[in-house]
């Protein structure tokens, strides 16, 4: 009996692993957006790396871009971003969110979000996202709503006037189905 219900068990965990989706982040464009009463900066990465799994009821993705990779045509700015949000000790950027399965349809997508950035974490709740399919491949875009706050980040000031506390991060992602 005991046997039988270990075979049981082996047998479903391999069907369930063998039914799972995978998806791969194929390319993307991450970029934030700083604000201040005398410029605007724009930090682009395409750097980033994820994976998603999707099984029984729920899809899981984790997507993930190491700091430094954000660049502004500034290195001099650049290098102070690094520093500002402590990127020596918290080198990379981590979005983890989960979707239900099947995952909706093209149009409008609302996820949570669990994002590692800083050293901390935040919690962003029904982000809107636009999502498209193509064949094997889904395109993802839309706006994290972050702040400098979120992440206990003081804000740069330039001629001693802080940046706006509101750091959106624009996403473009195209995801593969594997």
């Known amino acids: 009996m005991i046997r039988r219900v270990v075979l ?11 039914g799972a989706q995978q998806f791969a982040l194929l390319k993307s464009t991450l970029t934030y957006h700083m604000s201040h009463p005398i410029h605007q900066v724009d930090g682009t990465s395409s750097e980033a790396r994820g994976k998603g799994t999707c ?7 984790l997507i993930a871009a ?14 102070h971003m690094v520093q500002t949000v402590r990127g020596a000790e ?5 979005v983890r969110t989960s979707l239900p399965n099947p995952i909706p349809p093209d ?16 919690h962003y709740q029904h ?7 193509s ?23 330039f001629l001693t006037v802080a940046i706006k506390n509101e750091i959106p991060v624009r996403v473009d992602m195209t995801w593969q189905q594997q």
Request: aromatic residues 8%; proline residues 6%; charged residues 15%.
């Open 55 to 61: 099984a029984a009821s729920k899809c899981d993705f």
């Open 90 to 94: 918290n080198p990379m950027v981590a």
């Open 66 to 79: 190491p700091v430094n990779s954000f660049k502004s045509g500034d290195s001099n700015r650049d290098l």
């Open 8 to 18: 049981f068990i082996s047998i479903a965990t391999l069907t369930a692993a063998a």
């Open 107 to 122: 149009g409008a997508i609302y996820a949570d979000l669990e994002v590692q950035f800083a050293g901390q974490t935040a």
């Open 127 to 133: 982000v809107a996202f636009q999502k498209s399919t």
């Open 135 to 157: 064949g094997n491949q889904v395109h993802i875009t839309g706006t994290v709503p972050s702040t400098c706050s979120d992440f206990k980040i003081d804000p740069p000031s």
